[in-house]
């Protein structure tokens, strides 16, 4: 590998890299006390996101700790219902809280033309962060995708299994289309604005996307998601995008190749020779060592970690957990994660 190379953006392009690029989803956070005692500082965590500074801080801090070969822009997927107008709180220890969406007049009073400018301390931040980073390191931006999203503005919570949405999806389709088609729009101009700002790769994360079945996962999963792609690419052909479709199993076959992502995120239940067989021949992968066991640490860390680089480190593939990482991780096992995917020795 030549010294100009960017690990992440070359296993982006197709390339095996040997140790494979490593970064964690939710990288920045509680599990860092530096993080704690910035969030100490604001009222609420959605302020965290919108004072440029600080999040410019908090995406940093994890970067200063562990060799990751990537950053990610600190904001949160539901910052979008937050611009578009919906009333988004994090309630402590509760998770997010919106006024739920289920008709029309609601969707209504949603407005696209405000979003883009609630959105602009989002590319502050981007352009301090970029600032502060070596040219190895890029900066991932991203939103989530329009089903995800939609999940929380008709919920109006998190929620195990996103009945409200899929019930709204089922008897009016086109209310819901509607709401997705802002998604879309509205995604799109956010994700070029942080690529303007500096960014270097994009992930949309569609966290509830094994909800649906299989005509549903395609008509409000797959095909918003190929729409964003085509649009942001149009605009800016170069940057590569990752697709994270949790919990889609085997539909992430029919996702990779008809979204038009240039990698897919794997969630934990995934199956490593699976995916080794069935999805890396046809683009690379990131994933999916699971949350819990780098929380738990001990050998059974060691021994998963080792499965993982020996069954997808053959090809394009970026080192990541299969979802964000818990609050009670202990840094120690985090700095064991890095030791052990850079081939440092271990003790
Ligand atoms: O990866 C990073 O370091 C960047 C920051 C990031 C956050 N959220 C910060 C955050 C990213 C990429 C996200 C994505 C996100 N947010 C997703 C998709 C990925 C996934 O986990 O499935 C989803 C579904 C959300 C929505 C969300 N945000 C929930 C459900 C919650 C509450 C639950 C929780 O973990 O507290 C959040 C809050 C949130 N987002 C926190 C952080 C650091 C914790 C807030 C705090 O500090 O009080």
Not at 118 to 123: D, I, Q
Not at 231 to 260: C, H, L, N
């Amino acid at each position: 590998m030549t010294g100009s190379k960017v690990p992440l953006l070359s296993v982006l392009t197709g390339e095996t890299c040997a140790p494979p690029p490593l970064w964690l989803m939710r990288q920045a956070g509680r599990y860092l006390p530096e993080y704690r005692e910035v969030r100490k500082t604001v009222p609420s965590f959605l302020d965290l996101c919108l004072i440029p500074r600080l999040a410019a801080e908090v995406t940093l801090q994890p970067l200063r700790r562990f060799s990751f070969d990537a950053s990610i822009v600190f904001s949160d997927i539901l910052i979008m219902p937050f611009a578009l107008g919906q009333a988004v709180a994090f309630v402590e220890g509760e998770g997010p809280k919106l006024d739920p969406i289920r008709d029309g007049a609601a969707l209504a009073r949603l407005d696209p033309v405000v979003a883009a400018t609630k959105l602009s301390p989002v590319y502050e931040t981007v352009e301090r962060v970029v600032a502060e980073l070596p040219a190895a390191v890029p900066l991932i931006g991203f939103c989530g995708a329009p089903w995800t999203v939609a999940t929380y503005m008709v919920e109006g919570a998190g929620s195990k299994d996103q009945a409200a949405a899929r019930t709204l999806a089922y008897r009016d389709p086109s209310l819901f289309q509607a709401m997705i088609d802002m998604i879309v729009e509205t995604s799109t101009t956010y994700l070029v604005g942080q690529v303007a700002a500096g960014c270097r790769a994009l992930q949309i994360f569609d966290s509830w996307s094994g909800s649906l079945p299989e005509d549903a996962f395609a008509r409000w999963c797959i095909a918003p998601t190929k729409e964003i792609v085509a649009r942001v690419k149009r605009q800016m052909p170069e940057i590569p995008i990752i697709g994270f479709p949790r919990g889609a199993g085997p539909s992430a076959v029919r996702y990779a190749s008809e979204t038009g992502v240039d990698g897919v995120g794997c969630d934990t239940s995934l199956p490593l020779a699976w995916i080794a067989k069935e999805l890396q021949p046809q683009v690379p992968v990131q994933g999916n060592l699971d949350p819990v066991l780098l929380a738990a640490g001990g050998p059974e860390l060691d021994v998963r970690v080792g499965q993982i680089l020996a069954e997808l480190g053959r090809g394009p593939f970026i080192f990541n957990l299969g979802h964000g990482i818990l609050p009670d991780t202990p840094i120690a096992h985090v700095e064991r994660l890095v030791r052990l995917v850079k081939g440092d020795s271990v003790a």
